[in-house]
T-cell receptor, first 115, second 112 residues
Framework: AQKVTQAQTEISVVEKEDVTLDCVYE???????LFWYKQPPSGELVFLIR??????QNEISGRYSWNFQKSTSSFNFTITASQVVDSAVYFC????????????FGTGTSLTVIP | EAQVTQNPRYLITVTGKKLTVTCSQN?????MSWYRQDPGLGLRQIYY???????DKGDVPEGYKVSRKEKRNFPLILESPSPNQTSLYFC???????????FGPGTRLTVL
């Protein structure tokens, strides 16, 4: 079973629109960590955020915000006022602290911001 | 500069010809890992290492080997590559399994 599901394969938005990328995870651990990474067209993987399972506070960093809801096992990512430079593939990932040392990525969401 | 390096960046080879992709980090990280990225499948963990001489299988270990003789290096070995191992490979390192992983630039491998 997929531990991290990113149901949105591709999203296109017009510049300055807001966009939310969905991430649903599955785990039985009480301690776990969630991540978002960005992969721009140049191909490198860029870390965006790490959140542990005990911290459900939403986080905002500039135009980026994250909504962590344990009740729905979701860790969604919103870009406000999108820009062309936001065009990339975004990956959500899970690491389980209780049961193992593996790292699980979702299949990614490809975001295209149209000027 | 803190970084993870991989070599080669691009490799075209033929079926059955053994190859090694090197990975090195200069951040004194304990945890290192290899992933492959394929269209529609995201990144899948091949092998990981918690520390020197400690390695374990990820989700897709078949056809790969690794070793961790030194803390900074974690080579990926394909003893008999096959076309289905054509992929983009990433090495990563972090202090622990649950810490932020830092990725190398990727190695694009084509097996003919």
């Amino acid at each position: 079973a997929q531990k991290v599901t990113q149901a949105q394969t591709e999203i296109s938005v017009v510049e300055k629109e807001d966009v939310t990328l969905d991430c649903v995870y599955e785990t039985r651990d009480t301690t776990y960590y969630l991540f978002w990474y960005k992969q721009p067209p140049s191909g490198e993987l860029v870390f965006l955020i790490r959140r542990n399972s005990f911290d459900e506070q939403n986080e905002i960093s500039g135009r980026y915000s994250w909504n962590f809801q344990k009740s729905t096992s979701s860790f969604n990512f919103t870009i406000t006022a999108s820009q062309v430079v936001d065009s990339a593939v975004y990956f959500c990932a899970l690491s389980e602290a209780d049961t193992g040392n593996q790292f699980y990525f979702g299949t990614g969401t490809s975001l295209t911001v149209i000027p | 500069e803190a970084q993870v390096t991989q070599n080669p960046r691009y490799l075209i080879t033929v079926t059955g010809k053994k190859l090694t992709v090197t990975c090195s980090q200069n951040m004194n990280h304990e945890y290192m890992s290899w992933y492959r990225q394929d269209p529609g499948l995201g990144l899948r963990q091949i092998y990981y290492s918690m520390n020197v001489e400690v390695t374990d299988k990820g989700d897709v270990p078949e056809g790969y080997k690794v070793s961790r003789k030194e803390k900074r290096n974690f080579p990926l070995i394909l003893e008999s590559p096959s076309p289905n191992q054509t992929s983009l490979y990433f090495c990563a390192s972090s202090h622990g399994a649950w810490d932020t992983q830092y990725f190398g630039p990727g190695t694009r491998l084509t097996v003919l």
